[in-house]
């Protein structure tokens, strides 16, 4: 899935501002968005989640602007602290009803990636802490064959024992070269060791670099 964005440009009532932001996330490869608490991280990733239309500029997927009901949506999928599920449902009970609702889900996958990271299917979601909530959605995204994930501020607040295997999972769903992360870090080791190219929010514009933190 190619991914572009194209002189985007957008305004809150608060006068935040987004001006003229324009990069690529590239098949195959990890984006890292960085910048400010403020910057605009949350927004973009709304954008592509095509929750949020009120900019203008171009969003394109494959050449079809993702405003358009024929731009393939599907194979995007987002992890967020602000991702809503059934609370008082078992995190099993959760991935079933996502298989109903989701394309090509693979609860197989989803169970062994459970195992992998040590989760309990049984355990409620609304009792879990946020770093389990997040290996969940994790379990859950790669269960969906996505070819876009998005992952916002995910890693915030994991132990450093799981970051290192949470990585190391993003890196064998990556090994095909068929996917694409773009995801959104404060901490500096995660941009040096893992992201390909690197696009920071600053001021309201965008700067992309290749993904070596201290050339920026």
Sequence with gaps: MQVELKNIHYKSRKNFELKDISFNIEQGFITGLIGKNGAGKTTIFQMLMNQNSKYTGEILIDGTDIKNPKADRGKIGLISEEQKFIGNKSML???????????????????SLMNEMKLSY??????????EKMK??????LSRNLELLLIDEATAGMDPVFRKD???ILHQYMEDEKHSILISTHNEEEVKRHMDYVVELKEGRAYVRNGILKDM
């Design 136 to 141: 969940f959605q994790l379990a859950l995204a």
């Design 122 to 131: 049984a355990k409620h979601v609304e009792s879990s802490s946020r770093g």
């Design 93 to 111: 009970d959760n991935a079933v009803l996502c298989g109903l609702l989701c394309d090509e889900f693979s609860i197989d996958t989803f169970k």
């Design 166 to 168: 949470f990585f190391k």
